[in-house]
């Protein structure tokens, strides 16, 4: 019998069965399971690949390029076959139909942003006017302004018996006996009982007063107004008069000017040597004559060298010490005769030099000066090395005459025009002072 021809075993039948019935089954199942895998991958990747509003200024957005659109032709050649999407086509390409479709969205608006806070750089405070005199007055406002603080300190009020107290510190001060009994009596005449009583008011007061006294009536000083422009310096030997020529003829060579100094005190050889050295510093030209020559005739040579070689400035220095007070300022008023015949109108100013270290007897020396010359203006001298420059309040109170310049410590920039405002108020500045209001 032929083994083939043998009749199938219906148990084996079934298994064989059951075999391919649990292979379509599990492939079934499977193709389901990676289906809903793939659909969920893609979610996934669809919301990471959703652009974020801040990158969309730094990345082009990614785009997929749309497929063509068959021709109306091929789509009729290929039939309904080809406009229908089979049911197996892999589910990546389900969710990217729609989004080639649909026109793209516009980008998510920008979230608003705080604005970057700014921190302004501090602006620096603004600089008292008198702020440049304090280190040279620092001395002075130790003096007799720091005692008047002291009175007012930690007051509110102050009693009748307070000017009493003011008055012992004026009389002891060195602006002298006059200015200061005149000023006491403007404080208990012009104040008010109630305003006697409140030391802010006395304060200002006398703040006020003393850029009264200080404020003459002087036309500024025009170095350019004559050519040339003739200053006679005068006042006594260790006032500074020779190293305030030479700090001004600095100054004045420093602006442009042609400057020309006369060696006038010849009685002192170490006056001419120190004009010397200012001239070779400054650049400026130097006309001296012999060892105790006369005084008026190398000032009247220096003048008329001016004059024909067209100097801007002439600054003649004078001798401050001769046998007798009488002979001094009858030379000095013999020089100023002969400048006038070297150069008509000459000289243009007549300033007078005074060491503030000296205190009230500045005072004596500047009355002695202007009865027997025409002083038109004061130089004060050494501010940076006393406690008496308050000398200043008596000298422009008694004598009416302004002040020029002041002196207050060793370089050429420290011999600064003088402005009452800013003098008073470095003066009356005082480091600890309770009373603001009243400093202010």
Partial sequence: ?????????????????????????SGLLGFVVVRRARASRQ????????????????????TLEPEEEPEPEEAEAKG??????????????????????????????????????????????????????????????????????AI????????????????????????????????????????????????????????????EMLSLPAAPIDFGSQHPFVLLVIGVNGSGKTTTIGKLAARLAGDG???????????????????????????????????????SSVIFDGVKRAATESFDVAICDTAGRLHTKTDLMQELQK?????????????????LVIDSTSGQNAIAQAQIFTEAMAVSGIVLTKLDGTAKGGVILGIADQLKIPVRYIGVGETVEDLRPF????????????????NEGAAS
């Fill in 1 to 25: 019998m032929d083994p083939t021809s043998a009749p199938i075993n219906p148990a084996e039948l079934y298994e064989l069965l059951g075999i391919v019935g649990g292979v379509i089954v």
């Fill in 43 to 62: 979610r996934m990747i669809d919301a990471a690949e959703a652009p974020a509003p801040r990158l969309e200024k730094k990345r082009k957005p990614l």
């Fill in 80 to 149: 309904p076959e080809a406009e229908a999407e089979p049911e197996s086509a892999p589910a990546a390409r389900k969710p990217a139909r729609p989004r080639e479709a649909a026109e793209p969205s516009p980008p998510a608006p920008e979230p608003e942003r705080a604005p970057a806070q700014v921190i302004p750089f501090p602006a620096p405070a603004p600089a008292r006017k008198g702020a440049a005199l304090l280190p040279g007055l620092q001395r002075t406002r130790g003096g007799f302004i720091a005692r008047l603080g």
């Fill in 152 to 211: 007012f300190a930690g007051k509110k009020e102050i009693d009748p018996s307070v000017v009493d107290e003011i008055e012992k510190v004026l009389l002891t001060a060195d602006i002298g006996v006059r200015t200061s009994q005149k000023l006491l009596e403007e404080i208990r005449s012009s104040l008010s009982r109630r305003e006697l009583a409140d030391p802010d008011a006395v304060w200002a007061f006398l703040r006020r007063r003393a850029t």
């Fill in 257 to 295: 000017k042609k400057v020309l100094l006369a060696a006038g005190d010849t009685f002192r050889a170490a006056a001419v040597e120190q004009l010397d050295v200012w001239a070779k510093r400054t650049s400026t030209t130097l006309v001296r004559g012999k060892e105790n020559a006369d005084p």
């Fill in 335 to 351: 020089v100023r005769r002969v400048v006038g015949k070297a150069s008509p109108g000459a000289p243009h100013e007549t300033w």
């Fill in 419 to 434: 402005d009452p405002d800013e003098f008073v108020d470095a003066l009356f500045e005082l480091p600890e002072h309770s």
